[in-house]
C-alpha cells in the first residue's frame, strides 16, 4: 500500500491516515522518482489538508487506464505514470482552486494547503492486492 513507499519517493510529501500528498510543485518530481524506481502510479486526487480537516476533490482527479493483460511491469509503470502527470497538468491549467475553496466555503488562502494524493505501487506490492474476479484491485 502506499505507506510503504520508499522514503526518496516520499520526500516533500505529508502523511495523514496512510496517504501521501505532495504539494503542487513537488508532485512532477514525485512522479519522475517513481517512474525511475519501476512504480506505478495508480492515480490520486487533489486535496485541500487543513491542520483539523480534509477537503477531496473526488471529481478531481488524474487516473490511468487500467494494466492491459499482459503488459509487462515496466512498460505499465511508464505508462501510468505519463498519463497520471497529462491529467494532472491538464487539471492544473483549467482548474480555479480558489472557486474551489470557495465551494467548501473555505478562504482564498486555503490553497496554500492544497496537495496531491497518490497511490503508488511497485511489481512486487502491486502483486500482494487482492483483485476481484473481473480483476479490479480491491483496496
Known sequence: MSFLLPPQLTEGASLRVNEYGWPISAFPEALAKARSLGFACF?????FRLPDSTCEMHSLKADPTDRRDH??????????????????????????????????KLDARTVETLVFVAYFESEKTSAEIPTSDTGKRIL
Open 71 to 104: 503488459e509487462p511491469w515496466s512498460d505499465f509503470s511508464n505508462r501510468s505514470c505519463s498519463e497520471v502527470m497529462s491529467k494532472f497538468e491538464d487539471i492544473i491549467s483549467k482548474t480555479d482552486f480558489v472557486k474551489e475553496a470557495a465551494n467548501w
Open 43 to 47: 492515480g490520486g486526487q487533489f486535496q
